[in-house]
């Protein structure tokens, strides 16, 4: 059982990024998925997740309207959009896959499987 993350990188104030989140050893579209991130000397912060229908989503305050969560069961990868980057965004981005009841409440992070992350740097 696998989350793989992949397509941080360098980018400029303003541009866009996807990240993408293989999973493999399990089936994605019975699992809820979430992306969070951890900045430099800041503890770790929920960004988006979303329930495994799709039909429940949450967004952090700071990406709504600029990050889009999203799924493809068929190639059982989930992605992170993230637009009009900011230099505030840098971080490692960790993604997972837990139960649906993680959308019970905001704050939830108990997530079962976690991937290993992937930097993000915004430059100004």
């Known amino acids: 059982v696998q989350l793989q993350a992949s397509g941080g990188g360098l980018v400029q104030a303003g541009g866009s990024l996807r990240l993408s989140c293989a999973a493999s050893g399990f089936g994605l579209e019975y699992y809820a998925i979430g992306w969070f991130r951890q900045a430099p000397g800041k503890e770790r912060e929920g960004v988006s997740k979303?329930?495994?229908?799709?039909?429940?989503?949450y967004y952090a305050d700071s990406v709504k309207g600029r990050f889009t969560v999203s799924r493809d069961n068929a190639k059982n990868t989930f992605y992170l959009q993230m637009n009009s980057l900011k230099p505030e965004d840098t971080a490692v981005y960790f993604c997972?896959?837990?139960?649906?009841?993680?959308?019970?409440?905001?704050?939830?992070?108990?997530?079962?499987?976690w991937g290993q992350g992937t930097l993000v740097t915004v430059s100004s």
């Open positions: 997972a896959a837990g139960g649906d009841l993680v959308l019970t409440d905001p704050n939830r992070d108990d997530f079962t499987y």
């Open positions: 979303a329930n495994s229908s799709g039909g429940k989503t």
